[in-house]
């Protein structure tokens, strides 16, 4: 009976092992997302401090319109700083997802020698 406990565990600490390994990959890509997004606001924003137009044109849709550069500016930093916080917030899930897998791993190496073993 023992064996079978044993076993049931290593089959659910492995589904366990897979699923939070599948959402780490997850998050890091998300992440990724977010970081490239990041990376073209932060050269939107740098044209803009070197451009000496007053007026800047943004695509709304399938039109472009004339808005005043100082507005898109804050637009951008407003949109900035959200994605700067949701970075953090996967940054946050990745080592938690890190550490629990870890928590994991270490389970099923005290596991599968006993199972190999025989029980």
Known sequence: ???????????????????????????????QALMVKKAEIEEALKELEESKEENIYKIVGSII????????????????????????IFEKNE???KKSINEIKEKLQK?????????
């Open 65 to 88: 319109i004339k808005h005043d550069k100082e507005k898109i500016k804050e637009e951008l930093k407003d949109e900035m700083e959200d994605i700067e916080m949701k970075i953090k």
């Open 111 to 119: 596991i599968l020698p006993v199972l190999e073993s025989g029980g």
């Open 1 to 31: 009976m023992e064996e079978k406990n044993i076993k049931k565990e290593a089959e659910e600490l492995l589904i366990k092992f897979q699923t939070q390994n599948q959402q780490l990959e997850n998050v890091s890509i998300q992440k």
């Open 95 to 97: 080592e938690m997802l």
